[in-house]
């Protein structure tokens, strides 16, 4: 069984973005970065999966966790390990 793909759109000077890779880093997860200013049709992409217009946006699978502050939470709660499927060490 893998782990769910992790996929995160990003601007590559966004603070937020650079806080939601740190605390996923400490996850040890890499998530699939999407430049939404480099990459042509990213931004309209993300916005047609997210409903949101802000960087960054993360999906975990399916499941659209939101922006580094839903991630932070997420984690706060303790469910973020569950739906990341990581095993404990």
């Known amino acids: 069984m893998s782990?769910?793909?992790l996929v995160m759109?990003?601007?590559?000077?966004?603070?937020?973005c650079s806080?939601?890779?740190s605390l996923?880093?400490?996850k040890g997860v890499t998530p699939l970065e999407i430049d939404i200013e480099a990459v042509d049709g990213a931004y309209e992409e993300m916005r047609a999966?997210?409903?949101r217009d802000t960087v960054?946006?993360?999906f975990i699978g399916e499941t659209h966790v939101g922006g580094s502050d839903d991630l932070q939470a997420?984690?706060?709660?303790g469910r973020?390990?569950?739906l990341l499927k990581k095993p404990e060490p």
């Open 3 to 5: 782990a769910p793909k």
């Open 9 to 16: 759109y990003v601007t590559d000077w966004c603070p937020y």
């Open 19 to 21: 806080r939601a890779r």
């Open 24 to 26: 996923l880093a400490s």
């Open 49 to 51: 999966r997210s409903g």
């Open 56 to 58: 960054p946006q993360i």
């Open 74 to 77: 997420l984690d706060a709660e």
């Open 80 to 82: 973020l390990d569950t």
